[in-house]
């Protein structure tokens, strides 16, 4: 909240009071305007750093994912994984366009949240925690949670994939 710096602290509270009622209001609004279906993180062995948040999102409106938290991790990227070269890449992006009814599939082999410096083991089984950030067009955004489940799926393994970071610093 940018609002500027109030002389009048009554007035200033009430200017926040009358903005929380909005946005709470506004998130009831549009909870249900972006459908998260079969969220699931790969579980890890002891030590490993990341994992992988897999889902498929349908939004109502064109939409954009924009960020992606959560407990376990203490960085969490989307990413977006291409073949270049007979090798599988992938690059940190900055959002997901999620156009209107469209369902936009994170999965190993494109976009998938990437959960960094991992601060406990994934185990199979657990419930994982992620909170997503979904902007509309009209710029309002929408915090959806959910839990993903935990699952030692070895279809791919995620940690010989190459990362290039070159974005990050
Ligand atoms: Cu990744």
Redesign the pocket.
Known sequence: MNAPLAKNRFAQRCKQLALSLSLIGMSWQVLAQTQIEDAWVRATVAGQP?S?AFMTLTASEDSKLLSVQSPVAKTV?I???SMQDDVMK???VQSVALPAGKPVSFDPHGY???L?NLTAQIKEGDKVPLTLTVENAKGEKESIQVEAVAKALATMD?SK?S?DHSKMN
């Open positions: 990341s992988g990227q990413h977006q994984s992938m690059q940190q998938h949240i990437m960094m995620h994939m990362h």
